[in-house]
């Protein structure tokens, strides 16, 4: 295999800053491009490949004949959520490697066949989960697992001006964006709070607010995770401008790690506190894109796999359990 061929499926906003990585490694064949908008996939391809590229053979609006059509060896799904099961579970089917923007899929039902039809065909599946590539965030994993006594708190304010960036487009849409912030913009804290802290998400109480949308847009959620350590949520979709994230992780003694706005700093007990000045920055040749050929071309682990969304769903769903019955819930009641 001398060069991966990459099929894209969705060429909308988010598909660009993937392409665009993808197309600087060398290892890496931009081979189709798929949107409903025939157009879109043009301003895409002639992006990668100048607007003097003029062959058309290339571009679909069915991703279906992509897949059975351009001889790909791999998609990256950069479609609305309610639709990435059926795009990831045709493209498997067919021997490919998946890499999907957040979230993989919509349910722990969808999410374990996906994990089990990759694994019967020995195919990569990658979340594309950007903080897990974040230098900072890479480093406070680090420091949480190395300094920290014990872990035992987690606290997490994640902001942002969600309903104006939503409104009157799919993610606003329960049969295109399925869910709403939390699920979302969410999703990135949920999956770093499990990746850091590696623990598994045990209950859930949860309160979610819509106000006059038709997903969610705020929420609080409190979970505890293995070992007792304890997690608080507060998500906000209808925040002023800009977004704004911080997460804490208490240990015993009065340490903490703390990363603001992927700024992160390890706080002692007389409140010193020791400031790392990793970049919140994603390096060159690092990101999910990259390490998605590597590990297809066997070089390196899958650091972002379809198998550890599991738990960040099983999270998600119930917490929209938990505020739906105004009850706690065992995150093992969504898996019966």
Known sequence: MSKIRVGIIGCGGVS???VLRLRRNPRVELAAFCDIDLERARMLRNEVYGAEYSANEILYSDYKEMIDKAELDAV??????????SQITYALDRGLHVLSEKPLCCTVEEA????????????????????RFIESYIKAKELVQEKLSKLKLITVYLNQDWRKLAKGTWRASKKLGYRGMLFDSGSHVVDLVLWISKKKPLKVYAKIDCDDF????????????????????????????????????YGRNGTAVRIDNGRVSLIYEHGDRLVFNTPPIIPEGKGPDDNFINAILGLEEN??????FLRVISLMEAVYKSSRENRPVDVEEIYS
Not at 230 to 242: E, H, Q, W, Y
Request: contains cysteine.
């Open 16 to 18: 660009w800053r993937h």
């Open 76 to 85: 990256c799904v950069f479609t609305p959520h309610a639709l990435h099961y």
């Open 112 to 131: 374990e066949d996906i994990v089990r039809r990759a694994e019967e065909r020995n195919l990569v599946v990658l979340v594309s989960f950007q903080r």
């Open 303 to 308: 650091r972002s796999p379809a198998k550890d």
């Open 214 to 249: 038709e997903v969610d847009l705020n929420s609080v959620v409190l979970a505890e995770l293995e070992d007792g350590v304890l997690v608080s949520f507060s998500i906000c979709g209808d925040a002023p401008r800009g977004m704004t994230e911080t997460e804490t992780f």
